[in-house]
């Protein structure tokens, strides 16, 4: 499962995607069992002469082939829903944050302490340090508590952005006119990348969001300096 984990998904820092990291097992594990059968039943037809003179007529065959695949959609679809569901539960968050992306940067609001707002611009290349990361790096990242429950508000000011985090597993259209919600919980410290997924236009890949979870204490700490 680890392997797994390495080569398609982003370790995960939320619960929500420690589920989303099963699910793709438990998906992949799956559809594995059905490509072996299906190669399996292929290459023994193609191999042997055997001649089955009811076959266009067999309704055992056609009661188990109808079966099988509704039986193996029931097994992918109920942890689906589930998960579904969990994505847009929000109770009682403890820190609300609005994002506002514009062509091409991102802004955000904290108003439950005080009215903080900032604007968050990646690095340009001659800028940046020796340790930083290229089209990653912002000059303000997004600063959130660790182990609370932080609810996003998203929004934008011209055209649709996408608001991503894949370690997070939160990804949510920014559209303009209307606010979209969701929520996640970080369960450890640490910086955390993303980029926009929408094709926003000429700067896309310009405008990356980076958050840093820390403890609630040097939250309050970074509210009561701004």
Not at 152 to 166: A, K, R
Not at 199 to 207: D, P, Q, W
Not at 214 to 222: K, L
Request: hydrophobic residues 45%.
């Amino acid at each position: 499962m680890s392997t797994w984990m390495h080569l398609e998904t982003q370790n995960s820092i939320s619960p929500l995607m420690e589920q989303l990291t099963f699910f793709h097992d438990h998906t992949m594990m799956i559809m594995s069992m059905i490509t072996i059968m299906v190669l399996f039943i292929m290459i023994s037809m193609m191999m042997n002469k055997y001649i089955n003179r009811f076959l266009m007529e067999n309704q055992m065959i056609e009661l188990i082939w109808t079966l099988l695949p509704a039986s193996s959609l029931i097994f992918i679809a109920l942890p689906s829903l589930q998960i579904l569901y969990l994505m847009d539960e929000i109770n009682s968050p403890n820190v609300s944050v609005k994002s506002i992306g514009h062509q091409w940067f991102w802004s955000y609001e904290l108003l439950d302490f005080k009215e903080i707002e900032f604007d968050s611009y990646m690095i340009p290349s001659n800028e940046q340090k020796s340790y930083s990361f290229r089209l990653l790096d912002v000059d303000n990242k997004l600063i959130i508590p660790y182990n609370s429950l932080i609810r996003m508000i998203i929004s934008s000011t011209d055209v649709i952005h996408s608001w991503t985090i894949p370690s997070a597993g939160v990804k949510i259209d920014a559209t303009p006119g209307r606010l979209n919600q969701v929520s996640f919980f970080s369960n450890r410290t640490g910086i955390f990348y993303g980029q926009c997924s929408e094709i926003c236009g000429m700067n896309h890949s310009f405008m990356p969001i980076m958050i840093e979870s820390v403890s609630p204490m040097n939250f309050i700490d970074w509210i009561n300096n701004l």
